[in-house]
């Protein structure tokens, strides 16, 4: 079944966000990262280190970092940008999520969408993702440094 949304995809008021998730070793080491913008202006970026996950799961934890941080700060419309084209197909309802430990992950992300008066969601060239790649892959970084000092 293909999810219906109201497209954020034309709506001047809607946040972009651009995330990524990155694992090295797959599963292994994993982080997430969002880069929201309004209006060409940044409003917010974060990464977060996940432990050890696969690259699907870290970019489905990007995913719902972005359509909660918009939630929670009273955002409506939003316009997700990620490099991973199976998210993007999953959650457009495209590919099928065989993947048992991401179901409850595009069940989660699709009840946050719900939420939103409009929403949209495309697969960009990671060259067009860069902050949010450079922003998980410095996560990982700063935690394996961590990790080698104890």
């Not at 070793?25 to 309004?38: F, H, L, Q, Y």
């Not at 699709?110 to 450079?134: G, K, Q, T």
Request: aromatic share 6%; glycine share 6%.
């Amino acid at each position: 079944m293909t999810p219906s949304f109201k497209s954020a995809s034309h709506h001047a008021d809607a946040w972009v966000a651009h995330i990524d998730g990155a694992s090295r070793g797959n599963p292994g080491p994993a982080s997430c990262a969002v880069v929201i913008e309004a209006k060409g202006h940044r409003v917010a970026a974060f990464a977060k280190y996940l432990g050890r996950a696969t690259n699907n799961f870290a970019e489905y934890q990007a995913l719902l970092a972005a359509l909660s941080y918009g939630l929670e700060s009273q955002q409506r419309h939003i316009k997700i940008e990620s490099d991973s084209e199976l998210l993007v197909r999953q959650i457009q309802g495209i590919y099928k999520i065989k993947s048992p430990d991401l179901k409850p992950l595009a069940e989660r992300a699709r009840e946050l969408i719900s939420r939103y008066e409009s929403f949209s969601i495309r697969h960009v060239p990671r060259e067009s993702n860069r902050e949010a790649d450079r922003l998980a892959n410095e996560s990982l970084d700063e935690a394996a440094g961590m990790q080698r000092i104890s």
